[in-house]
């Protein structure tokens, strides 16, 4: 009674007066323990014993992936783009309303991050996206000159040279291109290079030498975790959600654990840690001796030359320590080899899916390099037209259709605070959960002009965009800049605080109601590497699109050889079959593993000189 009915109908009494829709919910999602137990006991036997769940049910809305799962249609069932959810534990707003989300993101001081929920990623130290308060600000001042134009300009050159690595590595002894079966495993080997290179100054070089083979990502390690600085990282990088949840035991439990995967992930922990930390003092003898070229521009180094600058400067107490360093550096990792890794992914998946998309993209590239070779392209003039034109579209869209990042977590200062919903001013408890859904609002019908949909006959799940076209990956929508609207804080609501990067619009593209686009959050918390992302993703997308063109393999149905012969009814055949597999997976095999991703299932590509496509005239 006192630990769950009280509060609950606390909480219930809170949520009424706040005069918005409530749904009650027997536990807090965010409280782990009680959430595992009864996902595994009481929802598990109503699930069995009632029939499937609406969209609206608590069955439904106390799991994590719903977000994912029914995007926006759990608020069109409801009638409202705000919502909340009341558990005894707590009381969560969700909300995919372009207008509250401007609000909310342009409050910072009244709507800080939820950064309990981030607490974990603290294993190498303290660093800018888990704290809050003075501490985020101080590490956000040091941090932001880091991401300049001229790391930018490093990413630029890294891509370019990985990924045509990349692409070669796609050529079988033949000669010919050979079926890729796990593409997100070369963008991810791809966006790790480009990490290594950019943020710590580091040529990534795989054991194999040979990136994008068949093997699984983290073979290179050996049974005791290799020595060797890429291994240690790779491993790292693909086993973070297993090692963070080791570190979050106290330290006797952790070190009396015997069972080899836990003694695996501990020592790469700690491999990866010494690496760091030999690497940043090398840093700080090649900054001393005046070795600049390469410090100034990676993350490192420009970490470490501002730990001098402040030593050097005024106030000794300014500068980061060196855990501090370390934790920053492996939060950029965290933050950004699979975020980008994946919107490279998607967005190969979806062209192969859309070739009239993928034909337009290339036909601009065709304009803008006009035969150059890669060598000779240039950041400071290709950069803005393919970030301006359909590729910067294509970018945008997949962001758009697949938000990597779920929710954007927010929570209210003590004791309220007014958000106008709907026009109405409303009183939001302190300690209330907010939940940007960023799914939701990237497909709400009220801030995105839509057209009809393509196939009316087709089913889309969740059967929420069924009268519109927002369910379906159309660049083209990106392309027309007339469509821009107002919102409330451009009206003067609050006031929009600074986003890190001014120079990295698209302004040539469509700009949407403000809240309505947040892949990379907005506001003073928004995404540091935004332009470091969107110049790998752009970069590896141009170098493919320029001479190669990725279709959807069809190997299950058909060989090449079969292929070669067929007609082309019979290619539209197999081709279609491939589309309907691949389209399904996209709709119902996504999960969200610190940033979403196809789980437990492929889609199989095939690149092809442009010119020598199999099913591009169908
Ligand atoms: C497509 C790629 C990316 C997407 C979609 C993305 C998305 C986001 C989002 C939504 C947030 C806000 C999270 C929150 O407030 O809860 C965020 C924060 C952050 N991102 Fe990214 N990100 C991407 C790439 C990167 C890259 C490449 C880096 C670094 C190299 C990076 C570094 C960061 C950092 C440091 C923060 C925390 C900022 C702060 O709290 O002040 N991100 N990102």
């Given at each position: ?584 997976a996209l709709q119902n095999k996504l999960v969200s593993i610190i940033t979403v991703q196809l789980n437990g299932t492929s889609i199989p590509l095939r690149f092809s000189k442009k010119g020598h496509e199999r099913f591009y005239d169908l």
């Amino acid at each position: 009674i006192n630990r769950i009915c009280l509060p609950l109908i606390k909480n219930i009494r809170t949520a009424k007066a706040t005069g918005l829709c409530f749904i009650v919910v027997p536990y807090y999602h965010y409280n782990f323990l009680t959430a595992r137990l009864m996902s595994r006991t009481l929802l598990r036997l109503c699930n069995l014993l009632c029939p499937g769940p609406s969209f609206t049910s608590w069955r439904v809305l106390v799991t994590s992936a719903w977000p994912l799962k029914l995007q926006h249609a759990p608020f069109k069932a409801l009638g409202t783009d705000t919502f909340l959810i009341v558990a005894p534990g707590g009381i969560i707003l969700n909300t995919a309303d372009a207008d509250v989300i401007s609000q909310v993101l342009a409050r910072g001081q009244d709507f800080p991050k939820a950064t309990e929920i981030y607490r974990s990623i603290n294993i190498y130290g303290r660093n800018v996206v888990s704290s809050d308060g003075p501490i985020w600000r101080h590490h956000r001042k040091i941090t932001s000159p880091a991401f300049s134009e001229r790391n930018n300009h490093l990413v630029w050159k890294e891509t370019l040279d990985r990924t045509q690595a990349m692409l070669a590595s796609f050529v079988g002894a033949d000669g010919q291109f050979r079926t890729v079966e796990h593409i997100a495993r070369d963008t991810t080997r791809l966006s790790l290079e480009v990490m290594g290179r950019a943020c710590l100054g580091e040529k990534l070089e795989w054991p194999s030498n040979i990136v994008g083979n068949n093997r699984q990502l983290g073979e290179s390690c050996s049974d005791t975790v290799s020595q060797s600085f890429t291994s240690s990282l790779e491993y790292v990088a693909l086993h973070i959600v297993s090692i963070m949840a080791i570190k979050a035991l106290p330290e006797w439990i952790i070190r009396t654990i015997l069972f080899i995967p836990c003694k695996k992930s501990l020592e790469a922990y700690d491999d990866w840690g010494r690496h760091m930390r030999s690497m940043i003092s090398r840093k700080r003898s090649e900054i001393k001796t005046g070795f600049v070229e390469a410090a100034a521009t990676d993350l490192i180094g420009q970490l470490v030359r501002s730990q001098d600058d402040f030593v050097d400067g005024k106030s000794q107490r300014v500068a980061l320590t060196d855990s501090e360093v370390l934790g920053n550096l492996f939060v950029f990792i965290v933050a950004g080899h699979e975020t980008s890794a994946n919107t490279i992914h998607f967005a190969l998946l979806l062209l192969a899916l859309h070739p009239m998309a993928q034909k337009m993209a290339q036909s601009e590239l065709v304009k803008i390099f006009k035969g150059r070779p890669i060598a000779s392209w240039s950041f400071d003039q290709d950069l803005p037209l393919l970030l301006n034109g359909m590729l910067g579209a294509v970018l945008n869209e997949v962001l758009r259709l697949i938000s990597l990042v779920l929710t954007i977590p927010k929570v209210v200062t003590s004791p309220s605070q007014s958000l106008l919903v709907d026009g109405n001013e409303v009183q939001i408890p302190g300690k209330t959960l907010i939940r940007l859904c960023v799914p939701a609002v990237h497909r709400n019908p009220k801030f995105w002009p839509s057209g009809p949909p393509t196939d009316p006959g087709k089913l889309l799940f969740p059967l929420d965009n069924l009268d519109n076209d927002l369910g379906e990956f159309k660049p083209e929508r990106w392309l027309d800049r007339s469509r821009t609207r107002l919102s409330t804080a451009e009206k003067g609501y609050g006031s929009p605080a600074p986003t890190p990067c001014s120079s990295d619009d698209n302004s040539g593209l469509y700009t949407p109601v403000k809240g309505a686009f947040i892949p990379f959050s907005d506001g003073q918390r928004s995404c540091l590497g935004r332009r470091f992302a969107q110049v790998e993703i752009l970069t590896a997308l141009a170098v493919i699109l320029s001479e190669y063109s990725v279709e959807l393999a069809v190997d299950e149905w058909a060989s090449d050889e079969e292929v070669r012969k067929m007609a082309s009814d019979k290619r539209r055949e197999v081709w279609s079959k491939a589309r309907q597999k691949g389209e399904f997976a996209l709709q119902n095999k996504l999960v969200s593993i610190i940033t979403v991703q196809l789980n437990g299932t492929s889609i199989p590509l095939r690149f092809s000189k442009k010119g020598h496509e199999r099913f591009y005239d169908l």
